[in-house]
């Protein structure tokens, strides 16, 4: 009996759960009137999905084209620093790449024997020395980074940090170091007729929107080293 009272309690639930049926039964029929609009919000939202993953390629390559447009500072695009180990004097003050060393002594060599005195000026700068030129020197005349940026590369902007990077002058007009009037001298004509067969390059050469021409400056671009540090600068001239 005492089996039998308990089995009627569990019919007051059981009669509430036809209440709870009913209202599942309310809730399908409302799905289904609205199950057409679910439908198209969902197909909307696949469709907006699918084309997203359609354009991620697209939009990646434009972001990395963004990116090197964003990555040049003053018209001067970054370098890192060469490594140390391998970094070789080739003057007791002036350090350039290894991989450029033998190509480089052999162009002064080939110079001498055509009468041509070539003098290296600079050649790898740390980015260290890179900041106190361009801060000390912006600060002495005065110049405002834009300006200074014309004419000298910001820290971590210079081809000089690869060890790629050589300043030349000519032996026979000192006066003209660093001076556009270079570009009259013997060595400058010299160079720019022989420099390409040693794989020298002249970095800012008169097109150059950004940066003012310097036709003493010379970038080395014969190992694969050299061409991938110089690959974007190659891109966009
Ligand atoms: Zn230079």
Redo the contacts with the bound molecule.
């Keep these: 009996m005492e089996q039998n009272e308990d089995i009627n309690q569990f019919d007051i639930p059981l009669a509430k759960r036809t209440y709870l049926s009913k209202s599942n039964s309310l809730l399908l029929k409302k799905l289904l009137i609205f199950s057409p609009f679910l439908f198209l919000i969902f197909s909307i939202a696949s469709l907006r999905l699918i084309r997203n993953i359609e354009l991620e390629p697209l939009s990646y390559l434009n972001f990395q084209v963004e990116k090197n447009h964003d990555h040049r500072i003053l018209g001067h695009l970054p370098y890192d620093e060469i490594h140390k180990d391998k970094l070789v004097l080739i003057e007791p003050n002036i350090a350039v790449h290894i991989d450029m060393r033998d190509s480089l002594l052999k162009m002064r060599e080939e110079a001498r024997k055509d009468g041509i005195y070539l003098v290296f000026l600079?050649g790898y700068r740390s980015i260290n020395l890179q900041n106190d030129i361009f801060y000390s020197l912006k600060s002495i005349r005065k110049q405002e980074a834009a300006e200074r940026a014309r004419v000298s590369a910001p820290p971590g902007y210079?081809?000089?940090s690869t060890g790629f990077?050589?300043?030349i002058g000519d032996a026979a007009q000192r006066e003209t170091d660093f001076e556009t009037e270079f570009e009259n001298t013997e060595a400058f004509i010299w160079l720019k007729k022989n420099a390409a067969k040693f794989h020298f390059k002249l970095?800012f050469n008169k097109n150059n929107k950004y940066i003012d021409y310097?036709p003493?400056?010379w970038r080395y671009e014969g190992s694969i080293e050299a061409l991938k540090v110089f690959e974007t600068a190659n891109r966009h001239l």
């Design positions: 600079s210079s081809e000089h990077a050589i300043d970095s310097e003493w400056h």
